[in-house]
């Protein structure tokens, strides 16, 4: 079956940056629209980002308005690697980080993904 294993988070200073990463097996992640999620502490886990399957085109992103202008997302097809650049770091940052595999509907919900990680802690201090 699918999985989806994140890594690179850690702890650092608001204003910093940091690379996240999310390793696939079991599919080829180029052919799925894959997105990142975070939840802090007492709070629902929230979209932040989405990368789309990739077309003869390119593949699309699209991120939350939290994190737009300091975030990246993007895909290593070679390694079945999905990305997340955190730039910028804020403490509001703070979170648990999942990358998931879309399923059906709006990018923007947790109930359109079907296969999650088992995420990465970042930590920002300030």
């Known amino acids: 079956q699918v999985q989806l294993v994140e890594s690179g988070g850690g702890l650092v200073q608001a204003g910093d940056s940091l690379r996240l990463s999310c390793a696939a097996s079991?599919?080829?992640?180029?052919?799925?629209?894959m997105g990142w999620f975070r939840q802090a502490p007492g709070k629902e886990r929230e979209f932040v980002a989405v990368i789309t399957a990739v077309t003869w085109s390119g593949s699309s992103r699209y991120y939350a308005d939290s994190v737009k202008g300091r975030f990246i997302i993007s895909r290593d097809n070679a390694k079945n690697t999905v990305y997340l650049q955190l730039n910028s770091l804020k403490p509001e940052d703070t979170a648990v980080y999942y990358c998931a595999e879309h399923y059906s509907g709006s990018y923007y919900y947790v109930r359109s993904y079907g296969v999650w990680g088992q995420g990465t802690q970042v930590t920002v201090s300030s």
């Open positions: 079991g599919h080829t992640s180029s052919t799925y629209t």
